[in-house]
């Protein structure tokens, strides 16, 4: 059209006939677009498989405009996100129910590359059908099936590299440090934050611009004043020492896919690693290893056998400190909060003479370790934990044809989950007081001199399980027919879901039980030799007061004989096999 053009223009639009005639799956079933009165928006799989994620929250993001995802924290595991659908339904929220070919599912558990469309169902005329469940909407996500023709092999690899969006330029010269800090505080209080001498912090200034230590100037020198065993001139970069700026991640698909008109097959298989932000000591790594098969046969002209088997494995394993990442409940903050706790870049994480630093000083207001005495981990490296969880689904279903636009659909699924958190702490070895001028000694007389213990780092091992059975069945008859300009659709039947679970969560404080085992067992047992060492008062109360879940037969059975001549590590690795039983 010429622009200015004086005479009227009728633009008429034509109706796109194929995208009316498209399938879209909704409630134990499908529709044609055409024929919907509901509000469903469709999101195809070919869409999704061209994003670089790795889970299908994450590829369902902006997607739809009506679907809102928003992630919880930033851990590599990927499982803290919550959905909505048009916002939230009510004060209290509520989560809509997702479906993953037709069982009740997670969209982490999802692997995108095996997607083949998701329907989001929107209004309560299409989310009826699923009764109170679906009150806040529901999402039903398809996966591929197999197709008629030679099979089709599918290799997709990816490597990608994570890097920090927020700048990460912190003060790490110990002099500007102390001098800014010590600004702030003598406003707020009237004296300085750290009590270092002025002649001291002058030799900081000779190391302002050190990055790296230089031999004419070490870090740490002996503390000529006396006060301390080391004077910490550093100008050390903890954050490049905790965190990693780079963090790479790689993933490989598989699938085949292939059939004839009697049965046809889709096989897929993925591998995912990815690294977290912890490093040194406390480097977290994440495993997904996930399959997934579909089959399905057409036994007579009116009977079909479908079968639909999917495996997740991930495994989160980190070190350092048990509650690192703060996502396990087992704290009220995680490492992420002490992280920030008495410390500063005039410290090293390690003394000249190998010890873990431990107690620097040289704070005014306080005596605290570094980190609030969760520092130690990042160093000392014997400390390990691992989450791990595995999803299991398999669907066998029968399709009958009675007659031409009645079909009855019956299908029974069995979900088994099982959740394992392990969690092993030690106290950190070798640490030295350098307030007190000497390897930390703990209370517990019972350590060895230098490991140090706090209410949250001591000698433990923590085991906690959970697992879910699921039985569901299926069976409804559904109607679909066309009489010329009109449809007519259908569906009765009945569903019943049938959920077990079980968890628990021992404790073993294997140095504890050591400790009173040897001191404590051998007196008693010459004065009741008669007695079993089931009645052995220490096993029957503090054990029980502790959590710990141990075999009687199998203590009872090295305790008479063995248990006193035991070193400590021995023990120690003998209840910790024991817990773990």
Not at 37 to 47: E, F, L, N, Q, R
Not at 186 to 192: I, L, R, V
Not at 218 to 227: F, L, Q, R, S
Not at 253 to 273: E, H, T
Request: hydrophobic share 30%; charged share 20%.
């Amino acid at each position: 059209l010429e622009n200015g053009a004086a005479s009227p223009c009728t633009i008429v639009l034509e109706t796109d006939q194929n995208y009316l005639n498209e399938v879209v799956v909704v409630g134990y079933g499908t529709q044609k677009k055409v024929n919907l009165t509901g509000a469903v928006g469709v999101v195809d799989g070919k869409d999704l498989a061209l994003r670089p994620v790795n889970s299908a929250a994450q590829a369902l993001q902006g997607a739809d405009p009506s679907l809102l995802l928003t992630t919880g924290n930033g851990s590599i595991e990927g499982d803290q996100f919550s959905v909505s659908i048009r916002g939230n339904v009510s004060i209290n929220s509520g989560s809509p129910l997702v479906l993953i070919d037709g069982i009740e599912g997670n969209l982490g558990q999802v692997n995108p590359n095996d997607i083949e469309s998701v329907s989001v169902l929107k209004d309560a005329s299409s989310c009826a059908i699923y009764g109170a469940k679906a009150s806040a909407g529901v999402i039903l996500v398809n996966t591929k099936n197999g197709s008629k023709g030679k099979a089709n092999i599918t290799y997709d690899g990816r490597f990608s590299i994570s890097q920090n969006t927020t700048s990460t330029d912190f003060i790490t010269s110990s002099y500007d440090y102390v001098t800014l800090c010590n600004e702030f505080y003598e406003y707020y209080k009237g004296y300085g934050a750290w009590t270092f001498s002025q002649a001291q912090i002058d030799q900081m200034k000779e190391r302002r611009y050190d990055v790296t230590e230089d031999p004419s100037r070490p870090w740490v020198i002996p503390d000529e004043t006396g006060t301390y065993t080391y004077l910490y001139l550093g100008n050390y970069d903890w954050y490049d020492f905790i965190f990693k700026t780079v963090r790479p991640e790689t993933e490989h698909n598989v699938s085949v896919r292939g059939g004839n008109d009697k049965v046809r097959y889709y096989v897929s298989g993925r591998y995912l690693y990815k690294e977290g932000i912890f490093d040194n000591a406390a480097e977290d790594t994440y495993n997904n290893f996930s399959l997934r098969s579909k089959i399905d046969a057409k036994v007579t002209p009116w009977l079909t056998y479908s079968n639909s088997l999917s495996f997740e494995r991930m495994i989160y394993s980190y070190g350092g400190f048990w509650e690192q990442d703060g996502t396990a409940g087992n704290t009220s903050n995680g490492i992420i909060w002490n992280l920030t706790q008495n410390v500063g870049p005039m410290f090293t994480p390690w003394n000249p003479d190998g010890t873990v630093n431990m107690y620097p000083g040289y704070m005014a207001d306080a005596t605290s370790p570094i980190f609030s005495g969760r520092g130690g981990v990042f160093t000392d490296g014997r400390n390990w934990n691992k989450r791990s969880k595995n999803y299991v689904t398999m669907t066998n279903r029968l399709t009958f044809d009675i007659m031409k636009g009645l079909k009855f659909i019956a299908d029974y699924t069995y979900r088994r989950r099982d959740n394992v958190e392990s969690y092993r702490s030690l106290p950190t070895a070798n640490s030295y007081d350098n307030i007190n001028k000497r390897l930390y000694v703990n209370p517990d007389t019972s350590l060895p001199q230098g490991d140090f213990t706090n209410g949250s780092v001591y000698d433990f091992y923590q085991e906690s399980r959970y697992y879910q059975d699921g039985h569901i069945m299926n069976a409804y008859f559904a109607y679909d027919q066309s009489f010329g300009d009109h449809n007519v659709a259908a569906t009765v039947g009945a569903n019943m879901d049938d959920y077990t679970g079980m968890g628990y969560s021992p404790e073993a404080v294997c140095e504890y039980v050591m400790t009173l085992l040897n001191s404590n067992y051998e007196e008693w047992h010459a004065q009741n030799p008669e007695k079993p060492y089931t009645e052995f008062p220490f096993n029957i109360k503090k054990m029980s007061a502790s959590g710990c879940l141990f075999d009687f037969q199998k203590l009872n059975d090295v305790s008479k004989n063995v248990i006193s001549r035991m070193s400590a590590a021995d023990v120690t690795e003998k209840v910790t096999e024991w817990a773990k039983e």
